[in-house]
């Protein structure tokens, strides 16, 4: 257990807990505000972000940008990124099972910690693992499900976006879903108009 944000990050940096450390340049711990009331639950790092330790930055990172511009949220100050694992999977394959149950332990107490209100997944990985086994982001995105008091969400992973544009307008509609829902269960430090 962890009492700080600070000492979390600090011991995560030097984190060995899987074989993933082996081929890592950056640890990417997460992003954003970490007082947000909102996070996002990626994948894992890409080529971009174990360069530069940031979430997101990549081509899949300008996306996600515009979409949550599309509903007045800006990820500095309205949101927090992380991803299921920290470190970047070789080639950008799938974070195994046992690489999985390691990270979440961080990512477990990053929650712990934070306390949000909403939790955002992206994409088929995060959804799979933290709201439902059989999760299947084409039929159940968009639906927010209350667990351990958190309300939780999974959309399209911004890569899917990128290869499959008609899936954009459904994207759209759950970012929409995401403000209708923070406009209800979160505090004045988001105004929307
Ligand atoms: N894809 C992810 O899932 N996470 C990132 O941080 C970048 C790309
Ligand atoms: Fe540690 Fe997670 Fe990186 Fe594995 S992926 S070494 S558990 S920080």
């Keep these: 257990m962890y009492t700080n944000w600070?000492?979390?990050?600090k011991e995560c940096m030097s984190c060995t807990r899987c074989r993933?450390?082996?081929s890592r340049?950056?640890?990417?711990f997460g992003g954003?505000?970490?007082n947000?009331?909102?996070?996002?639950i990626g994948e894992g790092p890409g080529k971009q972000e174990d360069l530069t330790g940031e979430p997101f930055v990549g081509r899949c990172g300008q996306l996600l940008d515009k979409y949550l511009s599309a509903v007045d949220l800006d990820r500095k100050t309205d949101i927090y990124i992380a991803n299921m694992v920290k470190c970047r999977p070789p080639q950008n394959r799938d974070p195994k099972q046992d690489e999985q149950d390691e990270c979440?332990?961080?990512?477990?107490?990053?929650?712990?910690?934070?306390?949000?209100k909403i939790i955002v997944c992206l994409g088929r990985i995060a959804a799979q693992r933290l709201?439902?086994?059989?999760?299947?982001?084409t039929l159940d995105h968009g639906v927010f499900e209350r667990k351990g008091g958190i309300f939780m969400m999974g959309t399209f992973h911004p890569a899917s976006l990128l290869r499959n544009q008609k899936q954009r307008p459904q994207?759209?509609?759950d970012f929409l879903k995401l403000r209708d829902k923070m406009r209800e269960v979160c505090g004045k430090n988001y105004n929307f108009s």
């Design 6 to 9: 600070e000492t979390l990050k």
């Design 20 to 22: 993933l450390c082996e």
């Design 25 to 28: 340049t950056n640890i990417v």
């Design 32 to 34: 954003g505000n970490e």
């Design 36 to 40: 947000a009331e909102v996070m996002f």
């Design 104 to 116: 979440i332990k961080w990512l477990c107490e990053q929650v712990r910690i934070m306390r949000p």
């Design 131 to 137: 709201i439902s086994p059989d999760f299947k982001v």
């Design 171 to 173: 994207a759209l509609e």
